[in-house]
């Protein structure tokens, strides 16, 4: 899994006649050198290719990439169609591995695999003696099969293990590994039979699961990737006609392109959310939610943008609106806390922020961390004689999370706020912030 940015990439070099030449001949260090005098550094092409930067750098010293598995992985991270490199197309690829590992599979006898578990448990039980021979290097099996038809239990245990991701992503971060491996599993059962019933809910199901996937994605620094997920959470819940689905995976998708520099484009995802929900139910509690979310979001863009209606669309976000639960409330203070902060309210913020604070104690860390990040930024810029204390427990609690959005985005302000003051103490949190962002934690 990558962790870097595929649109740093300008999809023009690629159309180059030079390096579509380069790309015919699979010369990995001409590439390499192509992207290099482009602007784009050894430590992002390591990221998206997931190499070793030392690794990325023996390439452009010399060492040739020739496994087909390597070279798919570089086109894929890097934004290159596979057949450019003369490679399958990553259907194709799949399709023929799979066929090859059934085969393979199927050539194994159930003698050969009752000798291989004997043989595994020797080797655990008597201090890690080594296989040996034809028991060392059987295949592995192919993918469990589809059910013939699918139901409701096959739905919901696609929502447990979305529900399960999604915890550990509020908990600590990140998690495209883990959801990506979710949506794989669940992208095959698309192709087995369903009554109307079951097919409507899966496909809630499966908008839900992208929408996760998008966030999860975006969370780890995935951020072209995130754009797909959401992309297909909103087509997958439009064909259902699940409006809040459609709404839910808009919200984030906008909230992705605020943080990205293009607050007009979240606002546009956001209108169209605020008009999708027009076909939401009423009596759906979830309705109300993801309006004041929508209205929110609008505000912070609005912020960013210096614009004066961004107060008006705050009062919209929050005016009657009942949070369901403390992970809402919270989230929601934070995100008024920020508002003010971009409008330079610091007092109003602050009341916000430790109101965020307070709701998150004891819930999910992640979000906790970013409350607690709005709330030093509040601090320092004031000059509050806790600034220095509240920014040593923010940088220390963003450095404990899974989230490369953490490190890149949430640590940039509060490291200017630092910089901004004067005193040794606060250019030392300055130097240990952008140190922390520099990381690169797991998805």
Known sequence: MSYGHADKIDPALYGRED?????ADRDIGALYRAL????????????LTGQLQSEV???LAGRRVKQVDVLERICDGLGIERGWMRLASADAARSAYAR??????KAVTDEMRRRALLAAAGSAALSGLPLLGELANLPAPPEAPLPS???????AEVDSMTGHVQALAREHGGQAGAVLAVVDHAMRLRAVPAAPPVAVRFGSELARLCTLAGWCCAD???????????GQAAELAGKVGDAY??????????????ELGHPNDALKLYQLGQYKLLDAPRDDPRVAVVAAWLEGESALALADMGHEQAPAALARARDGWEAPDSFERSGMDE????VYLDLGRLDVAESYAVGAVRARAGGERRNGVLADVTLAIIHVRAGQPDGVRLAKQAIDGVASLRSARARERWLEPLAAALEARPGSDYRELARMARQVAQWAPGS
């Open 149 to 155: 038809r699918l139901g409701m239990a096959d739905v």
């Open 36 to 47: 290099s005098d482009a602007g784009v550094t050894q430590r992002v092409i390591a990221a």
């Open 220 to 230: 780890s620094g995935l951020d072209e990737h995130a754009r797909h997920y959401f």
């Open 57 to 59: 750098s023996e390439v």
């Open 245 to 258: 689905r459609v709404a839910s995976a808009l919200r984030f998708a906008g909230a992705i392109e605020r």
């Open 100 to 105: 090859e590992d059934e085969a393979a599979w």
């Open 335 to 338: 995100l008024t806390a920020r």
């Open 19 to 23: 390096v579509r030449r380069i790309l």
